[in-house]
């Protein structure tokens, strides 16, 4: 596999330092921007193939160049996240970041994190969110296949509505990957819906009836508080 490049953009010099060294030893070639719109600029520059990007940035904040990076790439980026800042979390997913991350975290998260938005991309060909296709999904013991309206579960045929059946098929083509409420609202039922949020969480309620071992304890579908809604990987 070619070398992969990753623009990190970080302004604390301990984060760089540490950064830089940590993924260098994984593999990567590591280019670095200190402020938000040297960031633009060494995207141009280098078009790496995947963006860390701090929110908190001096010049132009992690937001907005997330949000001016997607009108020209579909570049993987992972938005990186102050301990407890919710909010930046959700917006970023909102502006178009792949994944997040927290501060403090651990290297090999942090990698394993590239490395799936990366492979998600990549198989993707830069659609975000997954655009859904006709191809059979298969996750642990959840399958589904889209051409003959079929979802099984341990092997058993499941019946399912329309609306369910759309849901499951976005957060299997989306595995891993937290999928924002209004992500969700306007890929399933439109983007000029006007109905009631909380049809959402019924939807999800009813398709974990179906596919959850224990439905009141969720480990296939579960619920990133203030965020969306996630299928979990199989283990
Ligand atoms: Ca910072």
């Not at 970080?10 to 960031?39: I, N, P, Q, Y």
Request: charge should be negative.
């Amino acid at each position: 596999m070619a070398t992969q490049t990753v623009l990190l953009v970080e302004d604390e010099e301990s984060f760089v330092d540490a950064l830089t060294v940590g993924l260098k030893r994984e593999g990567f070639r590591v280019e670095v921007a200190r402020d938000g719109l040297e960031a633009l600029n060494r995207f141009d520059l280098v078009q790496p193939d995947v963006v860390l990007l701090d929110v908190m940035l001096p010049k132009m904040s992690g937001i907005d160049v997330c949000r001016q990076l997607r009108k020209r790439t579909q570049v993987p980026i992972i938005m990186v996240t102050a301990k407890g800042a919710e909010i930046d979390t959700v917006v970023g997913l909102e502006v178009g970041a792949d994944d997040y991350i927290t501060k403090p975290y651990r290297m090999r998260e942090l990698v394993a994190r590239m490395r799936a938005v990366m492979r998600r991309v990549s198989t993707e060909r830069g659609s975000s969110p997954a655009e859904i296709d006709g191809s059979i999904l298969e996750v642990g013991d959840v399958s589904l296949d889209p051409d003959e309206h079929v979802v099984r579960v341990r092997g058993e045929l499941v019946q399912m509505p329309l609306k369910e059946f759309e849901l499951l098929h976005l957060l299997l083509a989306n595995v891993g990957r937290v999928l924002a409420r209004e992500t969700l609202i306007d890929r399933v039922w439109g983007i000029d819906y006007v109905g009631d949020t909380k049809t959402l969480d019924v939807h999800i309620k009813r398709l974990r009836a179906k596919i959850e071992d224990e439905p009141s304890d969720p480990k296939r579908i579960v619920t990133i508080r203030g965020l969306g809604y996630k299928f979990e990987r199989s283990r």
